[in-house]
């Protein structure tokens, strides 16, 4: 019944933005963790951004000062703008919304972001 969608990946020159979406339906994320993972090939996948039940944020270093997270809860729909964009950024992003029992997370399918030299 949960259903998770990403857009809004795509290919940029290394120093821009785009900014990805994350549809929620049969879930309401406010004050729900929700997160951002990423994995390129040959990496593992990385917690990238989330918010915690109680809406406080977080991010990897990697990120930090350049993605921000947000969320619509009138739109049930969660945001990763991300700017400053460099080529180790290059993967695919995906929409996460952890469950109460380990193995029964919630995720989309994922959106490609490559970011060009």
């Known amino acids: 019944q949960v259903q998770l969608a990403e857009s809004g990946g795509g290919l940029v020159q290394a120093g821009g933005s785009l900014r990805l979406s994350c549809a929620a339906s049969?879930?309401?994320?406010?004050?729900?963790?929700m997160a951002w993972y990423r994995q390129a090939p040959g990496k593992q996948r990385e917690l990238v951004a989330q918010?915690?039940?109680?809406?406080?944020?977080n991010y990897v270093d990697s990120v930090k000062g350049r993605f921000t997270i947000s969320r619509d809860n009138a739109k049930n729909m969660m945001y990763l703008q991300m700017n400053s964009l460099k080529p180790e950024d290059t993967a695919v992003y995906y929409c996460?919304?952890?469950?109460?029992?380990?193995?029964?997370?919630?995720w989309g399918k994922g959106t490609l972001v490559t970011v060009s030299s």
């Open positions: 996460c919304a952890p469950a109460l029992n380990i193995g029964m997370d919630h």
């Open positions: 049969g879930i309401i994320i406010n004050f729900r963790p």
């Open positions: 918010f915690s039940s109680g809406g406080s944020t």
